[in-house]
């Protein structure tokens, strides 16, 4: 079948264009670096800002002794009994104020659960969490309240961030499940209500514990 003129011209065009490699018009957009303008604030304040806009509760601590006796005021105050917690460094650190966290603990039956978290995001207020944890891939959702105990050297500024630094904490094999929380567990899916805790806890804690880095 012969080609009219017009389409033999079209396809040489779009041969021409395959066999040429075409500069990119705009190559910062291409996900090379982050869209967004660096943090003109310490990132741990910036941390606390989104988080509470999304309702979620955050308590600086200047070390791992505040933070214990913060949580035990916090459970004592809310009269929570139940604490499930798999990961043993947070089991360790809890010996220390005599408070009981339980790994046989049925989650479903727990008042609260405490975690740790992968990295900390500074520009939306999310916490990163992971398989590869202790606590597993249910501990921060399953719970009412999900409490995460966390570091100031695990802030970063935005989510292109935190997976760089996942890939390189796991550079050969990458966790099954990579969570983004970002505060309560919240929906508007019905006439456009929204109401927290359906899908998640209706709490969630930051403890942010100051490394001096």
């Avoid at 947070?90 to 975690?115: H, M, N, R, W, Y």
């Avoid at 796991?170 to 359906?198: C, H, M, Q, W």
């Amino acid at each position: 079948m012969k080609l009219s003129q017009s389409k033999e011209n079209i396809l040489k065009k779009i041969r021409k264009a395959l066999s040429e490699s075409t500069p990119l018009p705009f190559p910062q957009s291409e996900g090379s670096s982050s869209v967004y303008v660096p943090s003109q604030q310490d990132l741990e304040v910036q941390f606390a800002e989104e988080f509470s806009k999304l309702q979620g509760k955050f308590i600086f601590c200047l070390d791992e002794g505040e933070a214990v006796a913060q949580l035990v005021s916090l459970f004592q105050a809310r009269k929570w009994e139940k604490i499930f917690c798999r990961e043993p460094s947070l089991q360790k650190l809890f010996a220390i104020g005599s408070f009981p966290l339980s790994a046989a603990l049925e989650l479903a039956d727990c008042d609260a659960s405490v975690t740790t978290c992968e990295t900390l995001v500074a520009r939306t207020g999310t916490v990163v969490m992971s398989a590869a944890q202790a606590s597993g891939r249910t501990a921060s959702v399953y719970a009412p309240v999900h409490i995460c105990i966390a570091y100031t050297n695990q802030l970063v500024y935005d989510l292109r961030d935190s997976l760089v630094a996942l890939k390189e904490k796991y550079p050969f094999n990458l966790p099954s499940l990579i969570t983004f929380a970002s505060g309560p567990s919240r929906t508007a899916d019905i006439e456009k209500t929204l109401v927290v805790g359906v899908h998640g806890p209706k709490e969630v804690y930051v403890l942010l514990i100051d490394t001096g880095i």
